[in-house]
């Protein structure tokens, strides 16, 4: 299974750390946040990670070039950044087949294993890992419409979130994911969701479970920088 890693992000929240690198190039316990990334996607069980590139994208592929731990790397060149399902819809010649997605600014403090095995259940055709937030969180990201463990329906940033259950950067996903993110319509700010193309796939028949994995930091500001630094140390 290969693994996609969208990092073309700049993270203008985090300042002066990201004024002349990639925000996936900052120091996360004496690490880039990509090498922590990369990691997971490998210990998960990744034989090749591609990699969506956009702001100072060169500085990655001088970083780490061609391979990471034996897994080769294939960079994809985001010329704008609109949005994750734009992202994820740049690197579809150089994906086959079911896949593992993590945003390239999530750092978990354990396996994302679980969601690839749940995803080769029989009958499954992706996974979501998720997990509980407050209702005021709910709206600044994809909230679930679910029934049990099945999800029946995603939302990206609502005024009203129908739950407080929500995604948390790692996906596996079908091929088809491609064709969807080709379908959906930008947001009133330009961008193309992820979230609204799972929702497509919902809404025709596919079969999208979630799962819960252990504590993780999605790293937009210096205080999360020091959130992930006790994590990945803890």
Same mark, same amino acid.
């Given at each position: 299974?290969?693994? &996609? ?5 700049? $993270? ?12 996936? &190039? ?18 998960? /069980? ?36 609109? /949005?994750? $399902? @734009?992202? !994820? &819809? ?6 086959? /087949? ?5 945003? #390239? ?17 029989? #009958? ?21 419409? @679910? ?5 029946? $329906? ?24 491609? @064709? ?9 700010? #330009?961008?193309?969701? &992820?979230?609204?193309? !799972? ?29 992930? !630094? ?5």
């Amino acid at each position: 299974m290969q693994a &996609l890693i969208p990092a073309a992000g700049r $993270g203008t929240r985090l300042g002066e750390r990201t004024k002349t690198r990639p925000k996936g &190039l900052i120091e996360v316990a004496g690490r880039s946040l990509l090498a922590h990334v990369f990691e997971t996607a490998v210990d998960a /069980g990744a034989d090749g990670l591609v990699v969506v590139i956009g702001y100072e994208g060169a500085q990655i592929v001088d970083r780490f070039g061609d391979s990471f731990a034996g897994a080769p790397i294939t960079y994809v060149h985001q010329r704008e950044q609109l /949005g994750l $399902g @734009h992202a !994820v &819809l740049q690197a579809e010649p150089h994906v086959d /087949g079911l896949f593992l997605l993590l945003n #390239g600014d999530n750092v978990f403090a354990g396996s994302v294993a679980p969601a690839v095995a749940a995803a080769e259940k029989a #009958g499954i055709d992706g996974v979501l890992a998720v997990e509980e937030v407050s209702k005021a969180e709910a709206k600044t990201t994809g909230v679930l419409e @679910h029934d049990r463990d099945r999800v029946t $329906g995603l939302v990206e940033k609502p005024d009203d979130p129908p739950s407080t259950l929500v995604t948390t950067g790692c996906y596996v996903l079908p091929a088809d994911i491609f @064709h969807a993110c080709a379908l959906v319509q930008p947001s009133a700010e #330009g961008e193309y969701q &992820l979230s609204d193309a !799972v929702g497509l796939l919902v809404r025709a028949g596919y079969d999208i479970e979630t799962v819960r994995l252990g504590e993780r930091v999605n790293v937009n500001t210096p205080a999360d920088v020091e959130r992930a !630094v006790r994590l990945v140390q803890n």
